[in-house]
């Protein structure tokens, strides 16, 4: 829930901004991630994950996150998500 919704905030972001994301990628980090489990999300069925933005505001994203497992719903989700600056965490100087 967490990975997808972070690559989900990229996207919005750069289509909210006109930018392509192969151009200048955009990193986020989660600020708040909330989920709920529906049901048991069985092992072997292929799984689902669908992301779609609810928010778009400066440097912040929210984004709806849902798991279906062989078509059903078993998990949803919600993230603050929050761009960080290009270079941030590049390393000891």
């Known amino acids: 829930m967490d990975c997808?919704?972070?690559?989900?905030?990229?996207?919005?972001?750069a289509q909210a901004e006109g930018l392509s994301l192969e151009a200048t990628p955009l990193r986020f980090v989660t600020a708040s991630l909330k989920v709920d489990f529906l049901k048991p999300t069985p092992l072997g069925p292929d799984l689902r994950l669908v992301g779609r933005p609810k928010e778009v505001k400066g440097r912040k994203v929210v984004v709806?996150?849902?798991l279906y497992a062989a078509g059903t719903l078993t998990v949803r989700g919600e993230a603050v998500l929050v761009q960080i600056a290009e270079g941030f965490g590049g390393g000891a100087g």
Do not use: D, N, Y
């Open 4 to 13: 997808h919704s972070t690559a989900t905030a990229a996207a919005a972001k």
């Open 64 to 66: 709806e996150t849902e």
